[in-house]
């Protein structure tokens, strides 16, 4: 007996997706939802690059004392570039400057804490 059969066989013309690109809008979506709602539990752990990494055998106090440094530096830095500038822009300098200031003062009083100079 031949069975009649379309040649290629016909496909279901209904589709939940009005365009391509709501297919792929769909696709995304449920990606993010999947990225959320279902965290992958094998995900490797991130190590840090070595580029920039501090020891890890320093001590506090050297820390501090860099950390005092680099604070003192920013803030002539940044009293220093008030200078070329004027208006909003230089308050808005002068108060990152008075920022640093006060972290500074406040690293100062934490190596004094840890070494007190008697």
């Known amino acids: 007996m031949f069975k009649a059969t379309p040649n ?3 496909t279901d013309t209904v589709s939940p997706y009005a365009s391509p690109d709501s297919k792929k809008l769909h696709e995304a979506a449920d990606r993010a939802l999947d990225h959320y709602l279902n965290p992958h539990e094998d995900i490797p752990e991130r190590k840090p690059r070595t580029m920039f990494v501090i020891a890890p055998d320093i001590d506090t106090e050297s ?19 008030a200078v070329f500038v004027e208006g909003p822009q ?10 640093i200031m006060l972290a500074d003062l406040a690293v100062n009083r934490a190596l004094d804490n840890i070494d007190p100079q008697a």
């Open 8 to 10: 290629p066989p016909g």
């Open 63 to 81: 820390l501090l004392a860099h950390a005092c440094e680099s604070l003192a530096s920013a803030s002539v830095m940044a009293s220093d570039f």
């Open 90 to 99: 230089r308050s808005m300098l002068l108060g990152i400057q008075q920022v």
